[in-house]
C-alpha cells in the first residue's frame, strides 16, 4: 500500500522497482518495473500495487476460524 501523507494529496509518484512487474490492485492494470507514474489517490481508496507473482489469500470475511468451512 502506497500512503499519501500530504494534506489534501490526492495524487503520489510511485517508483516500481525494476525486479518484476506490478498490478493495480483494483483495476488490473500491469506496470513494467523500473519507472514512475503519478497515482491517483482519491479519498476512498489507498493506492495498492502488488508485485507480479505474489500470492494473494483473499476470502470471505469470518470472526472466527470455525465459523465457515474452508473452501
Known amino acids: ?9 490526492r495524487t503520489r509518484e ?3 522497482p525494476e ?5 493495480d490492485f483494483y483495476s488490473g492494470k500491469h506496470f513494467t518495473g523500473g519507472q514512475r507514474i503519478i497515482a491517483e489517490a482519491p ?10 507473482g505474489a500470492i494473494l489469500p ?6 472466527y ?3 465457515k468451512p474452508a473452501g
Open 65 to 67: 476460524t470455525n465459523e
Open 43 to 52: 479519498y476512498e481508496r489507498l493506492p495498492l500495487y502488488i508485485r507480479e
Open 14 to 16: 510511485i517508483y516500481f
Open 58 to 63: 483473499i476470502g470471505p470475511e469470518i470472526q
Open 19 to 23: 525486479a518484476c512487474g506490478w498490478y
Open 1 to 9: 500500500m502506497v500512503s499519501v501523507y500530504k494534506y489534501k494529496a
